[in-house]
């Protein structure tokens, strides 16, 4: 979520028909975890596509792409091979509340003004003289 406005527009979910390590996003896809999660998050666009004989993945697609390589977008490839239907809805839920990039180190602790105000700054020896 960047400044209250949730960034993952779109999820693309490959999966196979009758593979074993599909068994999990079947369930998740099909039997309503899918639906229940779609209607508490009308804002992502879901797509499901079949592969046959591969190993089940999703794609996601944020608003704001902060993962570049020589200026193209990279989308997160998120493997979802042998995992539970809750394990799925975890993934889901876990790039729905990302904003789509690398976390950033805050570099920049103290703010600096440019100039001193006219009262001064606040100590904690101007507080306690305040409260006598």
């Known amino acids: 979520m960047q400044n209250g406005v949730r960034q993952l527009a779109e999820i693309m979910v490959y999966y196979a028909p009758k593979s074993g390590s599909s068994v999990g996003v079947r369930d998740f896809l099909f039997n309503g975890p899918l639906a229940r999660w779609m209607?508490?998050?009308?804002?992502?666009n879901v797509k499901t596509y079949v592969r046959g004989s591969k190993h089940p993945f999703m794609i996601c697609k944020h608003q704001k792409n902060f993962l570049q390589?020589?200026?193209?977008?990279i989308e997160w490839s998120i493997?979802?091979?042998?995992?539970?239907?809750k394990e799925v809805?975890?993934?889901?839920?876990?790039?729905?509340?990302?904003?789509?990039?690398?976390?950033?180190?805050?570099?920049q602790r103290h703010i600096a003004q440019p100039k001193e105000t006219i009262q001064g700054f606040w100590t904690p020896e101007f507080q306690s003289q305040l409260s006598k």
Not at 79 to 85: I, M, V
């Open 39 to 44: 209607v508490a998050n009308p804002h992502v």
């Open 69 to 73: 390589r020589k200026g193209e977008r």
């Open 79 to 85: 493997p979802l091979r042998n995992k539970s239907a």
């Open 89 to 107: 809805e975890s993934h889901f839920d876990h790039v729905n509340n990302n904003s789509g990039g690398k976390a950033k180190k805050i570099t």
